[in-house]
């Protein structure tokens, strides 16, 4: 199952929504490799009851309940797994990476205007100047 991280839907910054699921996650990582040392012992090696599957991208290890497979068999087949905290991860660097690109636009874009903006300012200006030479020259013949 590839990676797919999810992208904001709506314009609408998504900070203070990013930062509090962070939070929560944070939370809840430290709750479970709590529950990880107290199931496997200070060693970190899980048991029958709570076995474990170690994510592809990190190389954190995760129980079982916690991943789409049945049981260890099936997570032996070779099928690429990706933990809750890295496919988090991966999607709020998209995230970041989409903003980037959407500042890097309008960023380019307001160069352009200002520099039409500019351009068109210079145009009526030399308009205007020339206006006052004409006038000028008739005042002084």
């Given amino acids: 199952m590839p990676l797919q991280p999810a992208t904001p839907t709506s314009g609408k910054p998504l900070t203070k929504r990013v930062n509090k699921q962070l939070t929560q996650d944070n939370e809840d990582t430290q709750s479970n490799e709590d529950a990880h040392e107290a199931a496997a012992g200070k060693s970190g090696e899980a ?10 991208s990190c190389g954190r290890w995760v129980f079982l309940d916690e991943t789409p497979f049945e049981d ?3 997570a032996a087949k070779g099928d690429p797994f990706v933990c809750a905290i890295c496919f988090r991860l991966a999607a709020l660097n998209a995230w970041v990476g989409a903003g980037r690109e959407d ?3 309008n960023e380019a874009r307001g160069v352009e205007k200002w520099q039409l903006a500019v351009a068109n300012l210079t145009k009526r200006l030399d ?6 030479e004409k006038e000028r020259n008739t005042l002084e013949h």
């Fill in 47 to 56: 048991d029958e009851r709570n076995p474990n599957v170690r994510c592809d």
């Fill in 72 to 74: 260890l068999t099936s």
């Fill in 103 to 105: 500042f890097a636009r």
């Fill in 127 to 132: 308009i205007e100047t020339a206006t006052w």
